[in-house]
């Protein structure tokens, strides 16, 4: 007999691998954001020169998951944002979209000193630079010295790392803050990790199919 977490899971899944919603997300995002101000057309233009120039390795999230990540820090007043996997700063670029709007910052953590370079360059470039601290190193020790409020916790590194990050970062996150988990697809998924955000009863989590990336949005109820 299956364990009811494996159950729950498994219904989870099926949110995650179903075909008419991936329709129904690819057709949705289909029409290219458009800048209000000419800071966000600026920001835009790079996240368009970064995907056209520099997706080849960078492991960065499609475009409409970025776009997903700016909705979530706007609409949520985000202050905070901690994201695991820098890579390029592409993902960065959509969460500063909001952060300029919300007066918050950006915390992410990188260990290749290369791809923490070109997300220097790439910060500066769209000018929000002021807005984002990159912590260079294994993460998974460098977290440790975070001891700010989070509003939002974004996943996109090392996959078995997820359930290390969480325990260590969740006591941060703010309650009615939010858990963002990129890659959350069968394949990729660390199942330990699955079952924490889908057990604790402290948590409410959705899987949500936006493509080939797949993402997990966990609530720390109030």
């Known amino acids: 007999m299956h364990a009811p977490w494996k159950t729950r899971t498994a219904a989870l899944w099926i949110a995650l691998t179903a075909a008419p919603l991936a329709h129904a997300a690819t057709s949705v995002t289909d029409t290219p954001p458009a800048g209000h101000t000419e800071r966000e057309k600026h920001i835009l233009a790079v996240l368009e020169e970064v995907d056209a120039n520099q997706r080849a390795g960078s492991m960065a999230v499609p475009p409409k998951d970025g776009r997903l990540l700016r909705i979530l820090a706007e609409s949520t007043g985000a202050k905070h944002v901690v994201e695991l996997g820098t890579s390029y700063g592409y993902s960065g670029l959509w969460w500063c979209l909001a952060l300029g709007t919300t007066g918050g910052k950006l915390t992410t953590y990188e260990i290749d000193p290369k791809r923490a370079a070109r997300a220097r360059d790439n910060f500066k470039k ?9 912590v260079e190193g294994d993460a998974h020790a460098e977290v440790a010295k975070l001891k700010e409020p989070i509003d939002i916790l974004f996943l996109d590194a090392d996959k078995s790392g997820y359930l290390d990050y969480l325990q260590k970062l969740l006591p941060l996150v703010r309650p009615g ?15 330990a990790f699955v079952k924490a955000i889908t057990t604790d009863p402290a948590l409410e989590t959705l899987f949500v199919d936006l493509g080939r990336g797949g993402i997990g949005l966990t609530l720390k109820k109030r």
């Open 126 to 134: 769209a000018g929000v630079e002021a807005l984002v601290t990159i």
């Open 177 to 191: 803050g939010l858990i963002v988990a990129h890659n959350m697809t069968p394949e990729m998924a660390d199942p």
